[in-house]
């Protein structure tokens, strides 16, 4: 029921928007922001394609299987398939 009401009163690039800012990205780490501040020292406007991508691929599990300070491999392997998917994305990948 809620999905229907969300559906139907938002837009999905504005159901994402609020997905992305409430999801957790790592311990104790909540929101886009949080998580652009926390891992990159700047702000979410600022990040580049390559460090949204790192941040992307974070999203399926942030605190133990994606946690980039126990996995950094595995999390920098799936930020570069995310970012063939992203056709503007440059080849450097910038993971700090």
Same mark, same amino acid.
């Given at each position: 029921? =809620?999905?229907?009401?969300?559906?139907?009163? =938002?837009?999905k690039p504005r159901i994402l928007e609020i997905y992305l800012n409430i999801i957790e990205w790592g311990d104790?780490?909540?929101?886009?922001?949080?998580?652009?501040?926390?891992?990159?020292h700047k702000p979410a406007s600022a990040l580049s394609a390559s460090e949204a991508a790192y941040l992307s691929a974070m999203i399926p599990n942030p605190r133990t299987v994606f946690n980039p300070q126990v996995n950094p491999r595995r999390v920098s392997r799936r930020q570069r398939i995310i970012s063939r998917g992203m056709p503007y994305v440059t080849n450097t990948m910038n993971t700090e």
């Open positions: 029921m =809620l999905t229907i009401f969300l559906e139907r009163t =938002l837009t104790g780490i909540y929101g886009a922001e949080a998580a652009a501040q926390h891992y990159f």
